[in-house]
């Protein structure tokens, strides 16, 4: 009988000649795909036959790394190539929202002032001040700053 002791064995990588192409695309895009080419790199080396460890010396990465995207592939196939959803709380303030409070913010003026607050207008849109300056700040809206140079009229 077999112990099953000591480090897992390696499963086998079998690339087909289409996932070969789509690897090959993807390993070539530009900087906007980093981390999609930089795991392509690394399957279509694992595919030459090459060991965890040399194709992480190669590639300049740790062999955790590319035993990691080595069994994510074998699992899922390319589509196991991509970024999987981070963690965290979904947003509560949809884009009907957000949409309303740039729209506010660039269109309308509030009675009896020159430009919106962000407790003025979270006071109108029922968000939170901080919400409306965080849309305000991700969308580099300073409803404050006037848009040109004004004379003064006061003669000198």
Known sequence: MESRRGRPKKHELAVSPAQRVE???IAR??????????RARIILECA???SNAAV????????????????RFIAE????LGDEPRPGAPREIGDEKIERVVRLTLEKTPKGATHWSSRMLASKTGLSQSSISRIWRAFGLKPHRAEGFQLSKIPC
């Open 23 to 25: 690897l090959e695309r």
């Open 56 to 71: 992480a010396a190669k590639l300049r990465t740790t062999g955790f790394t590319v035993g990691l995207w080595r069994n």
């Open 29 to 38: 895009q530009s900087r906007s795909a980093r981390s999609a080419a930089f």
């Open 77 to 80: 196939g390319v589509a196991g």
């Open 48 to 50: 030459g036959g090459a």
